[in-house]
Structure formats: structure tokens, C-alpha cells
């Protein structure tokens, strides 16, 4: 299974944007790039997902090299309500079929200083 | 919709005995997953289920766990007997489908504690 590694943990301030690196370096060419985020004593969220194009949505925006094998979650202001563990995830195809699983990594803990 | 519903929130037992974890997927959602987080392994996907079928348990630790989906609409994860080592929090998940940008939703997790 495809890997991605993370920074442990980052420091913010708040309303500056965050930018949240991500490696995959052995990222195959089915897999999509998604990224999930877990507030204190909450499950996971999702946050936004890309395949190869850069992509935005109104939580954040999602930016991926050229050869897929990084990419970098962006928040465009953060507030203290995104202190969170951000996780960035591939989405892999299970056996031969059309299904897909989440491959997890450790996840980055945000903190945002007020 | 509630959202994802799990029971116990929290399960304190002792070594050797059973503990069952239920959930309760989103109304309409075809597929539930069932994943543990401890500090030291994260969030790590034990199996999961297409149409109450099991499609990837390769994340099953051992003979021990055990899951079922007996309908659409209850799943249940056991272990039987129970160690130390399984303490950690137990999520369930369900979707409605698992292609590309397929979103999960997690319920509040079951934390589970074994003495």
C-alpha cells in the first residue's frame, strides 16, 4: 500500500494561511489524494480530495506537483476552530474491482495561536 | 439523519473478556467501515463492507476480531478475549459509495479500555 508521510506537528497564527506539506512518493496512478481532518475527541471529516489538478473548495485548497508524488493542503486563513490533526490520505483501489480503500498516515497536528 | 451512531461512547473491561462494538451507519449508505486509532499506529482500517458484505478484512489483527452486518442498518465488531493492546479508539464510518472523492462520515468512536 501507497504511503504518505507528514510533518508531526505545525504551528499557526491565527487568520495567516497554513500551508500543510504531504509526500507520497510511491503514489500509483489510480490513487486520488484525499485529505481528512480530526477535531479534539472527534472522528475524522473530510476536507477536500484531487487527482492530478489543483483544487479549491470553501474549506481549503488543495495543491499537487506535477509528478503527484507531494502535494500541500492550503488554509487560506486560519481561525482557532481548525486546531486539528489534518491526515493526508490516498484512496487506493482494492483488488480488481471498483472499489477503493483510505490509506491513513499519522496526520499533522495544527496548532493555531490566537 | 443522526449521522454515524456507535455504542458504546466508552468501555472499560478487564483482560479475557468479550466486548462488542456496535454502529449504526447513515440511512441509504451501501458501504461501513470499521477502523482503530491508537497513538502509536494512527488511524488504521480493520475491514470494511459493501451491501452488509465484507470486502477487505486484511486489516483484521487476528483471529481474535471479529465483524459482522447482519442488515443494512447494524454492524457489530467483537473481540474475543480481549488484551491490553486492543485499548485504543474504535470509529465506524459509512459512505455511499467509494470512488474518487468519495466522502466518509465517522461517527464519535467508541473508547475502549482494556485492564
Known amino acids: 500500500d501507497a504511503k504518505t508521510t507528514q510533518p508531526n506537528s505545525m504551528e499557526s497564527n491565527e487568520e495567516e494561511p497554513v500551508h500543510l506539506p504531504c509526500n507520497h512518493s510511491t503514489i500509483s496512478g489510480t490513487d486520488y489524494i484525499h485529505w481528512y481532518r480530526q477535531l479534539p475527541s472527534q472522528g475524522p471529516e473530510y476536507v477536500i480530495h484531487?487527482?492530478?489538478?489543483?483544487v479549491n473548495n470553501r474549506m481549503a485548497s488543495l495543491a499537487i506537483a506535477e509528478d503527484r508524488k507531494s502535494s500541500t493542503l492550503i488554509l487560506h486563513r486560519a481561525t482557532l476552530r481548525d486546531a486539528a490533526v489534518y491526515y493526508c490520505?490516498?484512496?487506493?483501489?482494492?483488488?480488481?474491482?471498483?472499489?477503493?480503500?483510505?490509506?491513513w498516515g499519522l496526520g499533522t497536528s495544527l496548532a493555531v495561536n490566537p | 439523519d443522526a449521522g454515524v451512531i456507535q455504542s458504546p461512547r466508552h468501555e472499560v473491561t478487564e483482560m479475557g473478556q468479550e466486548v462488542t462494538l456496535r454502529c449504526k451507519p447513515i440511512s441509504g449508505h451501501d458501504y461501513l467501515f470499521w477502523y482503530r486509532q491508537t497513538m502509536m499506529r494512527g488511524l488504521e482500517l480493520l475491514i470494511y463492507?459493501?451491501?452488509?458484505?465484507?470486502?477487505?478484512d486484511s486489516g483484521m489483527p487476528e483471529d481474535r476480531f471479529s465483524a459482522k452486518m447482519p442488515n443494512a442498518s447494524f454492524s457489530t465488531l467483537k473481540i474475543q478475549p480481549s488484551e491490553p493492546r486492543d485499548s485504543a479508539v474504535y470509529f465506524c464510518?459509512?459512505?455511499?459509495?467509494?470512488?474518487?472523492?468519495?466522502?466518509?462520515?465517522f461517527g464519535p468512536g467508541t473508547r475502549l479500555t482494556v485492564l
Open positions: 464510518a459509512s459512505s455511499g459509495w467509494t470512488g474518487p472523492g468519495s466522502e466518509q462520515f
Open positions: 484531487g487527482l492530478t489538478s489543483n
Open positions: 490520505i490516498l484512496s487506493s483501489l482494492v483488488n480488481a474491482g471498483n472499489n477503493r480503500k483510505l490509506i
Open positions: 463492507f459493501n451491501n452488509n458484505v465484507p470486502i477487505d
